[in-house]
Each structure stands twice: as structure tokens, then as C-alpha cells.
């Protein structure tokens, strides 16, 4: 099972910034936070991840709480582009040999005009 | 540079038919993961290669599925005998290494079994 609670669904205005929430509550200290997003009949694509330190790269920016449980992505000028299903991930080393993703349902965003 | 791809993007088939997905990861890099996605569904894993061994395969769903990747590059992902419910969109990853879990997914196959 996913480690992670997202909200369904969200909208935003275009040109927004696109806050979305994560909860990760049972995160452990070497597990990190990545975030990936779907845009519709496409595969998911890499946008941002951390470990316990706010992050910042050209597509988005990360903040994670001071206790680790929870996070948000922020897209600061949200596109119509930007439409997509938003997964936030805790990974860490699966003890079977790989870093493999557990994905949830993600939360859809929908940019509007 | 070119990104993984998967080939072909999308294959229909009878039940009971074997079928193979292609995948081609990045140049160079060593990880590639297999993921298989259901209607409205966040993509679930189902194998992974460092190099040419499968070094973890247990997210594989039954011994009707198979995966290979004999030079360390490209992965061919085997269905025998597919079922109705095989129908779902696979999809590859790449990583440069092991310990990286920064993965580059392909477009993925739409596989639809009537």
C-alpha cells in the first residue's frame, strides 16, 4: 500500500500557484519524498525530491514540514499545461533490491482558463 | 537525448495469445523497472533488472509473465496465454544505478486482450 494520502482532485486558476498537499505520517528518517505527474496517455514524469530540506528546481519547488509527516509542491505559475494526476511517493530501498515506486492515486489537478 | 521508448505503443490481442513488449531504456543506464497501470490506477511495479539479472521480481503477478533483458539495454516484458484482465497500459523505467530512485518512464503500451 501507498504511505502516502493525497486529495483526489483539486483546480487551480491559471497562473496560480498550485499547492499540493501530501501527508506521509509514517515516514521513515532515510525514506525520501519524490513527486511525479501524469499527464493524461503519457508516463509519469519526474519532477522533484527531497529528504528533510526544502527543494527548488525549474519545474517546481518542495516544502517539507520540520517532522517529515507531511509536504507540499508548489507550482508557483500553474499552465493550462500543468493538467495532469500528481503522485507524491515516500521511497526507500525495498530490501529486495530495488527502489521501486509505490504509487497511489495521486491527486488530479485541473488548471483552468 | 532520446528518452525510453516502448514499442509497440499499443497491441491488441485475443485471449489466450502470447504476446512481448519492448522496452529501450536510456543509454547507459543500468536499472530498468517494469510497471503495469490499471483504468483510473497509479502505476504498479512488477520487476526490475540492475544489468542483465532480474534482481527483484516479486511484484510479478503469476508465472504467465516473464521479462528478460539479455544485454543489459533492452527489455522484452512476456505474456503467455493473456487474459482479459492482462488488459492495462505497461510501462518501463530507467535509472542510471541502483541507488537512484529518480526513474524515466517511457510512453507506455496500451495492451488490450479481447
Known amino acids: 500500500d501507498a504511505k502516502t494520502t493525497q486529495p483526489p482532485s483539486m483546480d487551480c486558476a491559471e497562473g496560480r500557484a498550485a499547492n499540493l498537499p501530501c501527508n506521509h505520517s509514517?515516514?521513515?528518517?532515510?525514506?525520501?519524498v519524490y513527486w511525479y505527474r501524469q499527464i493524461h496517455s503519457q508516463g509519469p514524469q519526474y519532477i522533484i525530491h527531497?529528504?528533510?530540506n526544502n527543494e527548488t528546481n525549474e519545474m517546481a519547488s518542495l516544502i517539507i514540514t520540520e517532522d517529515r509527516k507531511s509536504s507540499t509542491l508548489i507550482l508557483p505559475h500553474a499552465t493550462l499545461r500543468d493538467t495532469a494526476v500528481y503522485y507524491c511517493i515516500v521511497s526507500g530501498y525495498s530490501g529486495a533490491g530495488s527502489y521501486q515506486l509505490t504509487f497511489g492515486k495521486g491527486t488530479k489537478l485541473s488548471v483552468i482558463p | 537525448g532520446a528518452g525510453v521508448s516502448q514499442t509497440p505503443s499499443n497491441k491488441v490481442t485475443e485471449k489466450g495469445k502470447y504476446v512481448e513488449l519492448r522496452c529501450d531504456p536510456i543509454?547507459?543506464?543500468?536499472?530498468l523497472y517494469w510497471y503495469r497501470q490499471s483504468l483510473g490506477q497509479g502505476p504498479e511495479f512488477l520487476i526490475y533488472?540492475?544489468?542483465?539479472?532480474?534482481?527483484?521480481d516479486s511484484g510479478l503477478p503469476n508465472d504467465r509473465f516473464f521479462a528478460v533483458r539479455p544485454e543489459g539495454s533492452v527489455s522484452t516484458l512476456k505474456i503467455q496465454r493473456t487474459e482479459r484482465g492482462d488488459s492495462a497500459v505497461y510501462l518501463c523505467?530507467?535509472?542510471?544505478?541502483?541507488?537512484?530512485?529518480?526513474?524515466?518512464f517511457g510512453p507506455g503500451t496500451r495492451l488490450l486482450v479481447l
Open positions: 527531497g529528504l528533510k
Open positions: 543509454s547507459g543506464h543500468t536499472a
Open positions: 509514517t515516514i521513515s528518517g532515510n525514506e525520501y
Open positions: 533488472f540492475q544489468g542483465t539479472g532480474a534482481a527483484d
Open positions: 523505467a530507467s535509472s542510471p544505478d541502483r541507488n537512484q530512485e529518480t526513474q524515466y
